[in-house]
């Protein structure tokens, strides 16, 4: 009740649910330099040129379309859509294939109508782990999709079981977790549901039990530097990959490999 009387959730849903507002933003999406050879040359280009997606940060989508791009991934998978922000961008500077999901009705309706006019990206109004168990099974993803994990949000938390049907449905990905605890780095937001925080021991808990296979790598730079200011945790976690994430990949340390 108190976030539905305060002036800003209307402003950010009005904003968000703007269609005209939002293709704009679409048709001013730049993909990153090939000249990003420094943390300085990154934040330059993100004070420059506003990230769509991935909660507008800057340096974690330059970590995440270097991933996709260097892995060769053949697709890409969203659980929880939300207004189709991060959708319209990775479609549109990835140059892949989105899967995406979204179980409340209003923001499936507002994102399908925001990503009407783009090809490529296949909505679904569903719970998220169902989602994820069965574009695994239906064999479409190729064999080494990403997977990015924005679910939880409502009392039910679903990443647990979304991190099980990947494990055991696919032999190779990479898998992105928002809203992740960086314990070194405690600048960073994470999100935390009663019984269950968003955390090492919850991928050791679940994917570790079933797989052996998996390297965990999180953010390893200080979050008040992104132009947006935002800084929320996430981790990286590659799955079925002989090779590890090569140091040349990020020269200006971006990423740091954890144990679980």
């Known amino acids: 009740m108190l976030r539905i009387i305060s002036p800003y959730w209307w402003h950010f849903q009005f904003s968000r649910r703007n269609f005209v507002k939002f293709w704009f933003q679409v048709m001013a999406i730049k993909s990153f330099s090939?000249?990003?050879c420094t943390l300085a040359d990154l934040l330059d280009f993100g004070k420059k040129?506003?990230?769509?997606?991935?909660?507008?940060?800057?340096?974690?989508?330059f970590i995440i379309s270097k991933l996709y791009s260097s892995y060769n991934c053949s697709a890409f998978v969203?659980?929880?859509?939300?207004?189709?922000?991060?959708?319209?961008?990775?479609r549109k500077t990835f140059k892949t294939s989105v899967y995406t999901s979204e179980i409340n009705t209003t923001h499936y309706f507002v994102s399908k109508l925001n990503l009407i006019w783009l090809a490529g990206i296949i909505s679904t109004l569903s719970n998220s782990s169902e989602f994820v168990?069965?574009?695994c099974n239906k064999g479409t993803l190729g064999d080494n999709p990403m997977f990015y994990l924005d679910a939880h949000f409502y009392e039910h938390m679903p990443l647990p079981d979304e991190l099980l049907?990947?494990?055991?449905?696919?032999?190779?990905?990479?898998?992105?977790?928002?809203?992740?605890?960086i314990p070194s780095q405690p600048e960073f937001l994470y999100d935390e549901y009663p019984g269950i925080?968003?955390?090492?021991?919850l991928v050791e808990t679940t994917l570790s039990q079933i797989?052996?296979?998996?390297?965990?790598?999180?953010?390893n730079y200080d979050p008040r530097l992104d132009p947006t200011g935002k800084g929320i945790g996430?981790?990286?976690?590659?799955l079925g990959h002989k090779q590890k994430i090569p140091a040349e990949l990020f020269p200006f340390d971006l990423l740091e490999q954890v144990m679980v």
């Open 165 to 181: 049907n990947i494990g055991n449905l696919c032999e190779k990905a990479i898998i992105v977790i928002d809203d992740f605890l």
């Open 197 to 201: 925080r968003i955390d090492l021991e």
């Open 34 to 36: 090939n000249t990003i």
């Open 49 to 61: 040129h506003k990230v769509l997606g991935f909660n507008r940060e800057c340096i974690r989508a």
């Open 211 to 219: 797989r052996k296979d998996i390297d965990v790598y999180l953010p």
């Open 78 to 90: 969203e659980t929880g859509t939300f207004y189709g922000h991060t959708s319209a961008y990775v």
């Open 133 to 135: 168990a069965n574009i």
């Open 234 to 238: 996430f981790a990286v976690i590659l």
